[in-house]
């Protein structure tokens, strides 16, 4: 598995387009499971239980942590 340092500046353009590519990739799995869960609740007409609204919260911090994470990579040129 490849890691990322995503404090590093100089990235080649091919490291950051498949870091950027996998960070979105998550980013939408995270949005898509949040999603879920959120409908699931609606859906349920009642009020849902502290484990799924722990796991609405836990996905929404790490939704955060990833679009910052997407928004600090270096911009690409060209």
Same mark, same amino acid.
């Given at each position: 598995?490849k *890691?990322?340092?995503? *404090?590093?500046?100089?990235?080649? /353009?091919?490291d950051g387009?498949?870091m950027?590519?996998?960070?979105? *990739? +998550?980013?939408s799995?995270?949005i898509?499971?949040?999603?879920?869960?959120?409908?699931?609740? @609606?859906?349920?007409k009642?009020?849902?239980?502290?484990n799924?609204?722990q796991k !609405? @919260?836990? +996905?929404?911090? /790490?939704?955060? @942590?990833?679009?910052?994470? !997407?928004a600090?990579?270096?911009?690409?040129s060209?």
């Amino acid at each position: 598995m490849k *890691r990322y340092n995503l *404090r590093v500046c100089a990235i080649d /353009n091919e490291d950051g387009k498949h870091m950027l590519d996998d960070l979105e *990739r +998550l980013l939408s799995s995270l949005i898509d499971a949040q999603t879920q869960l959120i409908t699931m609740c @609606a859906k349920s007409k009642s009020f849902p239980d502290n484990n799924t609204l722990q796991k !609405i @919260a836990t +996905l929404e911090l /790490n939704i955060a @942590a990833v679009e910052t994470a !997407i928004a600090n990579l270096p911009k690409q040129s060209g």
